[in-house]
């Protein structure tokens, strides 16, 4: 069975840098061709898709966060991680990992971890 699992501070402060990582179990992030998304849902919003690193290391991201977002990967630990810098309290979201074949039908998330962003 696949599971997620992110990880990284709770709290960062403005203009910092947040990072995550999301580590993956029971199927792997290349071999088995998963996209690995980054998704956040901020406060009383929704979700908003951040970025993706396909199973061949390509990146795609979004575009209103794309000068700030940097997606990678370690592939011999089965981790992919997220880089968001010159956070604002706007950036204060839930954060989720997601793996997908097709894009934006994912099939295994991580549970979530809030990051709250706050001097």
């Known amino acids: 069975q696949v599971q997620l699992q992110e990880s990284g501070p709770g709290l960062v402060k403005p203009s910092q840098t947040l990072s995550l990582t999301c580590t993956v179990s029971?199927?792997?992030?290349?071999?088995?061709?998963?996209?690995s998304s980054w998704i956040r849902q901020p406060p009383g919003k929704g979700l908003e898709w951040m970025g993706v690193?396909?199973?061949?290391?390509?990146?795609v991201y979004s575009p209103s966060l794309k000068s700030r977002t940097s997606i990678s990967r370690d592939t011999s630990k089965n981790q992919f991680s997220l880089q968001l810098s010159s956070v604002t309290p706007e950036d204060t979201a839930v954060y989720y990992c997601?793996?997908?074949?097709?894009?934006?039908?994912?099939?295994?998330w991580g549970q979530g971890t809030q990051v709250t962003v706050s001097s």
């Open positions: 690193i396909e199973y061949d290391g390509s990146t």
């Open positions: 029971g199927g792997s992030i290349t071999t088995d061709y998963y996209a």
């Open positions: 997601a793996l997908s074949h097709t894009a934006m039908t994912y099939e295994y």
